[in-house]
């Protein structure tokens, strides 16, 4: 079949997008169900994600090894992505009692997490070291100037000209000074550290020159690597809170610390759901604007669980076959009843997302539960946590766990027991102390929780990023909480999406210079049409940060 793909759903993956960005590039998947399906095969994807040792050992269990490594002897085209490329090499430290496929040299190791975040998410670069054959040329469709999205705690060290001699092209990132294999090829294999199923039309033009065997090209116009230094982007991400208007209809709307109503409309109980779009239009919009990131919040999910036929997962659907960016869904990720009566785990409902196209599930209250418990038991890990349970199965990366802080002024921290900072934004009554208290259920209740606790408890548990709210400033325009982003960044080493008080672009330059913040967020100045996500970008770009500015 001339323009099929053959694709090894191995592990629980989602696999959703890589499925969506090959058929937009005009191929076919055809799945490997069995290890006797690769003597048919004419185009391999080997995706991966998670653990290397969990790959890797179902690999083997599912009897794949063996016909797999035939299937590369053989010659014909096979493309690895993410643990797909590292489980070519010798072995991981990882889980270093599990051998790789050894059909690369090489050991991945762990990216240091002393002046970073690890896991590594996000926009980096894949340059392509210049050898004779590759000079000026476009190895897969890979650009210089362009920008990849990786997710990866552990990666392959570059050292130049090793891996090379043994005939193996090589294109790199840079992560805090550490340089990585992003790409490898030689003769059929071809493999990517980054996912180019999500990063925009570059990376479907990475996955269109491999499945049309367009192994080399000429570059681009857009070809030149702009990059200084390390080549990590700043994120921008777009986020669209979603509900049921009084019509019935699912919008995107956006609240006043909260407050989605509009203030002095019709009945007494508030005014109508803020409307500000419809959510797959808006999803579209923002990622041909250039969001790093698109990010849908059902902030009504604590109300009712209608698990099996919850439109989100249409909103899903539809988003993720036109919206080549990584896209997360948050509300109502926890154990929940169906209507019917019958029990769902966070797991079972995280996986429907998945499914449907969500590259990241976001938990919101249900985490301020667990972490509660968390303490209450002496900081025991109980292994049945959605957090421990979606990172087991989908790897930390696929866990956000999305906080809504609300600060509570004190005079002096001996007056509670949280942690309290000195602001200097005084409270009220003049207090110059304030702790950053946890809320469930959008805010409604507040807990007996930090932020800082619960973000490291969240990280114990497997949470692979955090993204920080901030009720006082949600909608108001003034700008992130500084105070309140350094406290987190300080206490985690995982990364962390600064988000609410986003008016302007200076706001985001303000995030990114005044604080180590990975990413940054904004909804309500973006669907209210003030400003464009590609207008922060290019202004971020103006000001001499690193962004992702091709499409
Ligand atoms: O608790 O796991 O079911 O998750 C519910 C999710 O819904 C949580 O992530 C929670 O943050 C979110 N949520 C619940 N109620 C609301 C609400 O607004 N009434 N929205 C809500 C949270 C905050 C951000 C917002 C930024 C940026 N909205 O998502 O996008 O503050 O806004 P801005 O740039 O306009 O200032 P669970």
Redesign the pocket.
């Known amino acids: 079949m001339p323009n099929t793909v053959h694709l090894l759903d191995y592990v629980a993956g989602n696999v959703r997008s890589l499925v969506n960005a090959i058929e937009k590039v005009g191929y076919k998947v055809v799945w490997i169900k069995d290890p006797a399906d690769l003597a048919d095969a004419e185009r391999v994807i080997l995706p991966g994600v998670g653990h290397f040792g969990h790959c890797l050992s179902s690999l083997s269990k599912a009897s794949f090894t063996e016909p797999l490594k035939a299937y590369i002897a053989s010659g014909k085209p096979f493309m690895g992505i993410c643990v797909g490329l590292q489980g070519l090499f010798d072995s991981s430290a990882e889980d270093p009692e599990v051998p790789g496929l050894g059909i690369i040299p090489g050991t991945l190791t762990k990216f240091d997490s002393i002046t970073k975040s690890v896991p590594h998410i996000g926009w980096n670069s894949a340059i392509t070291a210049e050898s004779e054959e590759t000079q000026g040329r476009s190895l897969y469709g890979l650009v210089p100037g362009r920008k990849y999205y990786y997710v990866h705690s552990y990666a392959v060290p570059y050292t130049p000209g090793e891996l090379e001699s043994q005939g193996w092209d090589v294109a790199t990132g840079t992560y805090g000074g550490e340089k990585f294999v992003g790409a490898i090829a030689k003769g059929n294999i071809f493999a990517t550290q980054f996912h180019p199923e999500k990063s925009g039309e570059a990376g479907l033009a990475v996955i269109k020159a491999f499945l049309d065997g367009n192994r080399l090209s000429d570059l681009p116009q857009d070809s030149q690597a702009k990059e200084v230094g390390d080549g990590l982007t700043r994120r921008v991400i777009a ?3 979603v509900r049921t208007n009084d019509d019935g209809d699912l919008v995107v ?3 006043d610390q ?3 109503r509009e203030k002095g409309t019709t009945s007494s109980a508030g005014g109508q759901v803020r409307n500000l779009g419809k959510p797959v239009d808006l999803a579209k919009r923002y990622y041909e604007s250039g969001a790093d990131e698109v ?1 849908f ?6 109300r009712n669980c209608p698990v099996a036929d919850t439109p989100m997962l249409d909103v899903l659907r539809l988003t993720s076959e036109e919206v080549f960016v990584p896209l997360t869904i ?5 154990d929940v009843v169906d209507t019917d009566g019958t029990k769902i785990s966070a797991l079972e409902v995280a996986t429907m997302y998945f499914k449907s196209g969500a590259d990241k599930v ?6 301020v539960i667990a972490a509660e418990e968390y303490f209450a038991s002496g900081k025991q890990l109980s292994g049945k946590t959605a957090i421990e349970t979606i990172s087991k199965a989908y790897g930390n990366q696929a866990v956000v766990v ?3 802080p609300r600060r509570v002024y004190v005079a002096s921290p001996q007056d509670t027991k949280r942690h309290a900072i000195k602001t200097a934004f005084p409270g009220p009554n003049g207090e110059e102390y304030c702790w950053y208290q946890c809320t ?4 409604r209740e507040g807990r007996d929780v930090d932020v800082q606790e619960l973000v490291t408890a969240v990280e114990a548990m497997g949470c692979g990023e955090i ?1 920080l ?2 009720i006082d ?5 003034s700008g992130f909480d500084l105070e309140l982003i350094s406290e987190v960044k300080r206490s985690v080493k995982i990364p962390v999406i600064a ?5 302007n672009p200076g706001h985001f330059l303000e995030v990114f210079e005044k604080t180590t913040t990975d990413a940054a ?7 209210r049409g003030e400003y464009t996500v590609g207008q922060v970008k290019d202004y971020l770009a103006g000001e001499g940060l690193v962004v992702r500015t091709s499409k």
């Open positions: 986020c669209l809170d709307t956006k609240g909260y407050d989605v990010t919040l059902n902030i009504t999910s604590f948050g509300g109502g990720i926890r976001s938990i919101g209250s249900d985490a999305s906080v809504d469930i259920k959008g805010g993204l709210n901030c400033k949600d909608g108001t325009n988000s609410s008080g986003a008016g967020l904004g909804a309500g100045m973006f669907h």
